[in-house]
């Protein structure tokens, strides 16, 4: 029996079979859960296609975290699938081209606050929308999501280093007001991987660079299992008592200096 034999969870982020969130929806149907999606807009098509690889057919959602009506009716979607969640991984990042590649100090507020949204404040959202299904007498639920340790200040990875600051503050209130529920919030900080999202960063080859030198445990850019094997623990029973928590899985270069 899996260590998620019976759970029901939302994956979100799904977008090519080399994302972290593919590989935790392959390895949560591995472990034995039940699978829903969740994708909106051009997207749509790509998720639904990528689906077709997992392990077992899945239901794709139409979620954009950004539109008050989507979030509300996500409740309703979900339950033409599954009664209820017991997880929901959220791997959603976006900012704008001006936010990114050292423009830090020029960047204006409209694109500052795009990437704040969709990177910090639709972990909220997304909880919110999704916390009628994963709350009740006697039982508890997880939620994780996806970060990129924002305790440094990154080559060119300016303004969404700092949405990915909000989204750890972010994720600890959440876990505050959301334990006595009985549901779990905690990050996976993960090293970097050669994604679609890691594509549209410039200069990523930094990151190579300084994985390559300072990771303790050899770091392969092209393996996301490792930090997706961290994401299922989290949402299984084997973490009861975590909450508020960012779990590294990156080599060990957050804790070793330069």
């Known amino acids: 029996m899996g260590i998620l034999e019976g759970k029901k969870l939302l994956i979100t982020g799904v977008l090519t079979d080399s994302s972290i969130a593919f590989h935790v929806a392959r390895l949560a149907q591995q472990e034995g859960a039940t699978i829903v999606l969740s994708s909106f807009g051009r997207a749509l098509s ?3 296609r990528i689906a077709g690889r997992l392990p077992i057919p899945v239901p794709v959602v139409e979620l954009d975290v950004t539109d008050p009506d989507h979030l509300a009716a996500l409740p309703d979607r979900l339950s033409m699938h599954v009664d209820s969640l017991d997880g929901v991984l959220h791997s959603i990042a976006f900012a704008p081209e001006a936010a990114l590649g050292g423009n830090f100090l020029n960047t204006e507020w409209a694109d500052v606050a795009t990437a704040v949204q969709v990177s910090a404040y639709s972990l909220k959202s ?12 006697d039982r508890t639920s997880a939620v994780v999501g996806l970060t990129f340790d924002a ?19 972010t994720s600890r209130y959440l876990a505050r007001d959301l334990g006595p529920k009985g549901v779990r919030v905690n990050l996976v900080a993960a090293g970097p ?20 030198t300072r990771a303790a445990l050899h770091w392969d850019l092209t393996d996301p299992e490792p930090a997706a094997r961290a994401c299922v623990a989290l949402m299984s029973d084997w973490f009861p008592k975590t909450t508020g928590e960012i779990v590294h899985v990156d080599g060990g270069v957050h804790a070793i200096g330069g």
């Open 151 to 169: 305790q440094v200040a990154w080559p060119k990875y300016d303004w969404m280093g700092v949405a990915k600051a909000a989204l750890e503050s």
């Open 193 to 212: 991987i050669r994604t679609m999202a890691a594509k549209s960063i410039p200069g990523f080859d930094e990151f190579e660079e300084v994985w390559n």
């Open 46 to 48: 790509i998720t639904n």
């Open 126 to 137: 997304l909880t919110m929308a999704c916390l009628p299904m994963m709350t009740g007498e």
